[in-house]
């Protein structure tokens, strides 16, 4: 039986913090799909003191858009490749565990690096460039998120200050109120005037009123004012009636500007834990990134010993072996992950390289 000669053993490739960064990455991706998809289904938000609130939401609707149909997609892909490496680990190892029983050195380098240089390298590179890609539609999130910081601030001074758009529409309604409740006093004491609860009923001569006949019934604010009233409930009855509808606009205005107030500080909120999350996700992708960069390293190590030749293959086999569990329980777990995102199968070409080496090797 033929040894490699050295006196060192090998650093085998383990899956290092693999697992860490692709259980962040899935995390992230949840999390910003979360915040994406509420910003675009939030409806048109109608504030007229804030002109240019229409279009910010417009943006960071398109920006969440790109996020759920070409970014988030990238990060699944992210978490498969860590099952494809992990279907080619188990693909490779049969080879270069036989390669190192029989002390074929070059074989096990050359499938190393395959390994390394067709497989491993491209997932490192993908995870960087998802990584920017995340970083650049952090820049347009940071865009949104200040465009509405700047539309809550001007919205609450507008709206909500001492002299905002709700605070005046609160004194209006005050003083019509205070107005109503004159006239009902007016009315009340014109003539001759039974008052019950908020039932007025006039008693009197009068041939015609104002909108029609003596049968007319004038009804306001639970008012009702019955035809043959005297003049001077009628009159103030339309007057009542108008200050009334008044009265009732202000308070759905008032309404409406409350409830679109709230909505978009609710807004602003999502949209800044948008871009929060979306920096979690690059820095995720980031240290997915480095992991695949640190196994790399690893394969660097195992390929330099394995050129210095070993004395002990036995102690090779035993590390490969433990390193065959550590990437069989990353495979499971990255599809776990997978399967939670809907992806249920990752098909990866694993058969042609390994049988291009088996070949390369028999024919040597």
């Known amino acids: 039986m033929t040894t490699l000669l050295t006196t060192s053993t090998p650093t085998v490739p383990s899956p290092g913090t693999l697992t860490e960064a692709t259980t962040a990455v899935t995390a992230a991706k949840i999390t910003v799909d979360a915040y994406a998809n509420a910003v675009i289904n939030q409806p048109a938000l109608h504030l007229d ?3 240019d609130l229409a279009g910010h939401l417009t943006t960071a609707q398109g920006n969440a858009t790109t996020w759920v149909e070409h970014t988030s997609p990238e990060l699944v892909n992210r978490i498969t490749d860590v099952i494809g490496f992990g279907d080619i680990w188990a693909a490779f190892m049969p080879t270069v565990r036989q390669k190192v029983k029989h002390g074929k050195k070059a074989d096990v380098v050359q499938l190393l690096q395959i390994m390394r240089d067709n497989h491993l390298q491209p997932l490192e590179q993908a995870a960087k460039d998802s990584a920017a890609a995340v970083s650049s539609l952090g820049v347009a999130f940071a865009a949104d998120d200040g465009n509405f910081t700047t539309d809550l601030q001007l919205g609450t001074s507008v709206y909500e200050g001492d002299q905002g758009v709700i605070a005046q529409l609160q004194k209006a309604n005050s003083d019509l109120q205070n107005s109503m409740s004159h006239m009902m006093t007016l009315m009340a004491g014109s003539a001759t005037a039974i008052v019950v609860g908020g039932l007025i009923v006039a008693v009197g001569a009068l041939a015609e009123i104002p909108t029609a006949g003596a049968s007319t019934v004038v009804v306001a604010a639970g008012v009702v004012v019955a ?50 999350a979306n920096e979690q996700a690059q820095n995720a992708l980031q240290t997915l990134a480095n992991s695949w960069t640190t196994v790399k390293g690893y394969f660097d190590n195992m390929i330099k010993d394995i050129n ?45 390289p390994t049988q291009a080496v088996v070949t390369d090797t028999a024919a040597a």
Do not use: C, F
Not at 245 to 274: F, P, W
Not at 319 to 343: P, Y
């Open 49 to 51: 003191k804030l002109p």
């Open 227 to 276: 035809g043959a009233g005297i003049a001077g409930v009628v009159t103030g009855a339309v007057e009542y009636n108008k200050e009334l509808k008044h009265y009732r606009e202000n308070l759905t205005t008032i309404a409406q500007d409350q409830a679109e107030m709230g909505v978009l500080t609710a807004m602003q909120g999502q949209i800044s834990s948008l871009a929060a």
């Open 308 to 352: 210095g030749g070993i004395s002990e293959y036995v102690v090779v086999l035993e590390e490969l072996k433990a390193a065959d569990l550590q990437w069989s329980r990353l495979t499971a777990t990255a599809a776990a992950l997978a399967n939670n995102l809907g992806v249920s199968h990752v098909q990866v070409d694993t058969a042609q």
